[in-house]
């Protein structure tokens, strides 16, 4: 068995979103989510960290090529969320709360069935500088 190497992609898209439970009045929104709740939305410039993990191909060096890897994230996640109202203009969001933590479940269930399932799969979404969410947990 070789040894397992992790290769990292980053990439970046603009999105606004607004957090609400149409279940919950407008209060209990507010309490609960604050300004991110706000009616007139509000928007955040995403970081994306892809980490894919497994052993190099003796054949290529590769673990991934990291072209195929851009070029996936660019069909499957910027071309679908970039400068979008994710609650109103993405069918991934209509229903479900458009939080760090969907935003990055949503973004892995997009991405897993294109790379090699014997490859292991890893984000990190930054929302902020200071605020990002891993999907999924080691």
Not at 110 to 121: A, K, S, V
Request: contains cysteine; proline residues 4%.
């Amino acid at each position: 068995m070789g040894e397992k190497v992790s290769v990292f992609r980053r990439e970046h898209f603009n999105a606004a979103h607004r957090l609400y439970n149409r279940a919950w009045s407008d209060e209990v929104n507010a309490k609960v989510f604050g300004k991110c709740s706000l009616p007139h939305f509000h928007g955040h410039n995403y970081e994306l960290e892809i980490r894919v993990t497994g052993e190099v191909d003796p054949r290529t060096g590769f673990v991934m090529d990291m072209k195929v890897l851009s070029d996936l994230v660019q069909q499957q996640v910027v071309e679908r969320f970039d400068h979008k109202n994710l609650n109103l203009d993405t069918k991934e969001f209509r229903e479900l709360n458009p939080t760090a933590e969907n935003i990055a479940i949503v973004i892995y269930r997009l991405l897993r069935p294109y790379i090699d399932q014997n490859l292991d799969l890893k984000l990190r979404l930054y929302e902020t500088p200071r605020n990002y969410v891993e999907y999924p947990v080691d």
